[in-house]
């Protein structure tokens, strides 16, 4: 009987020990499990918010998608060269960042940063989408499904010369380095833009041979705005600072039916002025480079800005009369 009773109480200690060990070991296992779940909710929260590589093929298609809409919109307009590489980034959204050649507007290739961002939380078809070329300024753009529609919508009649104004905009914005400080400002300066085309389209219409019109820097400006960089000043004839007339003799010979000094090797290559208003420095140049050259038979360029910072008399580069316009020819031809 006791010896009954002692295999009793050792086989109820073999069993709790037993059981100890299975309970330490699943508590062990409960610890070890919660251990590897936070490591993998720390490894996600870790991939959150960092860019990870995203296959190039796809971001092709995806940039291609993107600048064909902003084609059907108000640009920019682009071209894929070459896509080098990509990648992703989650957090409040989706960018995608790629690097990549594209030929601009003007068809001039960049090798460009641009960001897609996907704003998920407010709209999938919303995207944001910044280019940022290498010598170049940033280009922020935006396009929507709805916009696009309502744009197609609203421009179906005349969609083909709106697209054709835009992207000639955005070529002149591109190629003069045109940055406007808002929307509003862009907008205005691209009615101004669509005036003077037409305006330019008018010229060339009606023009007789002798000149091609076309888009230069000034043409986001109005003619007062282009008035005051470029005008000739008309000075007050009571404030004259005296000078006479050039006196020209009369030719009484044969005059020929056209004559071109260009062909005669006396006209320098075409000048720019820019938005400096020195055009009678401009002019006086080109006259006396030609008179130059039809005496010595040598062809030069002289400078227009020794005339300004010789010039006390007038604005230097702000505009000047026709008298100092032509002082200088009359002091040659004698």
């Known amino acids: ?59 092709k298609a995806q940039l291609q998608k993107s600048l064909d809409k902003l084609t059907a919109g108000e640009g920019p307009h682009y ?60 280009v922020q753009a935006r396009h929507t499904r709805s916009v696009e529609w309502a744009e197609k919508k609203t421009h179906k009649k005349h969609s083909h010369r709106f697209d054709k104004v835009d ?9 003069f380095g045109r940055r406007y400080v808002s929307t509003a400002e862009r907008q205005m300066r691209l009615r101004i833009f669509r005036q003077n085309l037409k305006t330019i389209e008018e010229l060339n219409a009606n023009e007789m041979g002798s000149a091609k019109y076309g888009i230069t820097e000034f043409a986001d400006m109005t003619s007062s705005e282009y008035k005051e960089r470029t005008g000739l000043w008309q000075r007050d004839e009571a404030k004259a ?12 010979g044969e005059l020929p039916k056209e004559f071109d000094w260009r062909q005669k090797d006396a006209v320098t290559q075409v000048k720019n002025q820019g938005s400096c208003g020195s055009c009678w420095a401009f002019s006086v140049t080109g006259n006396i ?5 039809v005496k010595t038979g040598e062809l030069k360029e002289f400078s227009e800005q020794e005339l300004l910072d010789c010039d006390t008399t007038d604005s230097a580069a702000t505009a000047a009369s026709w008298t100092m316009l032509t002082r200088p020819l009359r002091i040659l031809a004698a």
């Open 167 to 175: 992207h000639l905009f955005y070529k002149f914005q591109v190629r």
């Open 79 to 138: 071209k894929i060269v070459k896509v080098y590489s990509a990648s992703r980034q989650v957090d409040s959204g989706i960018l995608t960042r790629i690097d990549a050649d594209l030929i601009d507007g003007s068809e001039e290739q960049h090798r460009c940063i641009v960001d897609i961002w996907t704003k998920v939380w407010v709209r999938k078809d919303e995207h944001e989408i910044t280019f940022k070329c290498r010598n170049q300024p940033v």
């Open 1 to 59: 009987m006791r010896l009954f009773a002692a295999a009793t109480v050792a086989l109820v200690l073999l069993l709790g020990q037993a059981a100890g060990e299975e309970l330490a070991e699943e508590r062990a296992g409960q610890a070890q499990g919660d251990a590897e779940v936070h490591r993998s909710r720390r490894s996600a929260n870790d991939i959150l918010g960092r860019h990870k590589p995203y296959d190039e093929e796809a971001a």
């Open 241 to 252: 600072t005296g000078g006479s007339a050039a006196v020209v003799p009369a030719y009484h």
């Open 289 to 293: 480079e030609g008179l130059y050259a």
